[in-house]
C-alpha cells in the first residue's frame, strides 16, 4: 500500500462526436465548460434532497463558450449534439486546501518577521 494516494487530476479535456456520450465523476462546485460545438449536460434523475415525485429541472444545453456548475458531485453524462470539446475542472480537494492554508499562514508569519530590506533607493538617497 502506497503511503501517498496517488493525486486527482484537477482538469479533463477530451471531444465528443456528435451523437457519442460520456460520463465523467466530479466533485461538488465542479464546472464544465463546452469549448466548442454543443451538448447537453445530464444529471441523475433519482436524488435523495428531492421530494416524492419531486422533478429535476431538463438538462440543460451548453453551447461554444458556456460553462454549467454542479452544485452536488457524482456522476454526470454528458451528450454531444454536434461535435465538441469539453473541459471539466474539479474544484481543488480538501488536502490541497488545507496546504494552500497552510502556506499562506506560514507567508504570513516569515513575512511580519523577516528583516526590513531597504533595496537599491537606500544607496541613492545617502
Known sequence: MAL?????????RF???AG??????????????????????????SRPDLPPGGRLAP????????????AEGGWLALS?????QVICLNPP???????????RLLHLVRGNCAPARLGAMHKISK
Open 80 to 84: 454531444a449534439v454536434t461535435s465538441a
Open 59 to 70: 438538462p440543460p444545453r451548453l453551447n461554444a463558450g458556456e460553462t454549467y456548475c454542479l
Open 15 to 17: 471531444e465528443l462526436p
Open 93 to 103: 480537494g480538501m488536502a490541497a486546501r488545507a496546504v494552500a492554508v497552510l502556506a
Open 20 to 45: 457519442a456520450s460520456r460520463q465523467v465523476r466530479l466533485r461538488a462546485g465542479a464546472a464544465v465548460v463546452c469549448v466548442s460545438g454543443r451538448l447537453i449536460a445530464i444529471e441523475p434523475s
Open 4 to 12: 501517498f494516494s496517488a493525486p486527482e487530476p484537477q482538469s479533463l
